[in-house]
């Protein structure tokens, strides 16, 4: 259910910003001693002074809702919209009394902030890779257009204007991961597959002959099946569930249109965050998601 309540008001979200933050104990942002006292406050947020730096703070300092123009319960409203319905910023603007220009900056902020996953494979892992037809977008021009370099036979790559995003399934502890990469090649896929817990860690791929090297790497036991023969599933070895999750990255990123291949990591990650809230009612995603960003 959508958390009305929390953000009724610039107040009832700055009252929501102080329990999270400080569940665990106040403490200064800056030389993050304990020894705080209360000391007036700024707008609708507490104020605090420290006694060992002699310093002032707030419930925003130090995090990316420090020194923002729109108001808390905006902020909050536009990033709880952006991962629980996938709300577009175009459509964000259209919601929110604010400029598009200053909600697209703290929107592109807030992704950044987001941690990408750690990959830590038990196995068996699946992987597979897609391609989104992304360029240099949003940017002033200073010249003519380029041509789209899409028209090529074979696989996309970051320089041809369409970047490999992998998509790894962890079968043994349920995680997936969506990675971009400049290339589809051995490197990247030893890179994405190197934190493992088992000597061998078994992987199921697809034939594409970037994972064709795995065969012979002791670390590896590898089994695929060849689409191109019409081969989907042999046992357990097939990317039946990387394919499924491909296809809700694809929708995730298609109300987002214009989308710059050198901000396609930032708009990726919420993406994996809006899966860790899928189920949590509105509260708790609240909350989960501004613990995320502090």
Not at 58 to 68: E, L, M, S
Not at 84 to 105: C, G, H, K, P
Request: positive net charge; charged residues 35%; contains cysteine.
């Amino acid at each position: 259910m959508f958390p009305f309540e929390l953000l009724s008001s610039e107040a009832s979200a700055a009252n929501l910003l102080e329990q999270v933050r400080w569940r665990e104990g106040l403490c200064c942002p800056r030389c993050r001693s304990e020894s705080v006292i209360k000391h007036g406050s700024y707008r609708e947020y507490q104020r605090y002074l420290c006694k060992d730096c002699d310093r002032t703070f707030n419930d925003k300092t130090g995090t990316i809702f420090a020194h923002a123009k729109i108001g808390l319960d905006k902020l909050l409203f536009a990033f709880y919209s952006l991962l629980r319905f996938n709300t577009s910023i175009r459509q964000l603007d259209a919601e929110i009394d604010v400029s598009y220009r200053s909600l697209r900056r703290r929107v592109e902020q807030f992704a950044r902030t987001l941690d990408a996953p750690a990959i830590n494979l038990v196995g068996p892992v699946e992987i597979d890779e897609f391609y989104v037809s992304a360029g240099k977008k949003g940017r002033e021009r200073d010249r003519e257009s380029r041509s789209r370099a899409l028209s090529k036979r074979g696989r996309g790559t970051y320089e041809e204007d369409k970047p490999p995003v992998f998509t790894l399934v962890d079968r043994g502890t349920g995680q997936r991961y969506v990675v971009p990469a400049k290339s589809a090649d051995e490197a990247t896929v030893r890179l994405l597959l190197e934190n493992h817990e088992k000597e061998s860690l078994t992987v199921y791929t697809d034939g594409f002959r970037a994972y064709d090297p795995l065969d012979d790497d002791e670390d590896f036991h590898r089994e695929s099946v060849i689409h191109g023969d019409g081969e989907y599933v042999d046992g357990d070895a097939h990317v039946n569930t990387c394919e499924s999750h491909a296809s809700l990255a694809r929708r995730w990123l298609s109300p987002h249109r214009g989308v710059s291949k050198d901000k396609l990591t930032a708009y990726l990650r919420p993406f994996q965050l809006r899966r860790r809230i899928l189920r949590k009612p509105g509260r708790e995603a609240l909350k989960q998601i501004i613990r995320e960003v502090l």
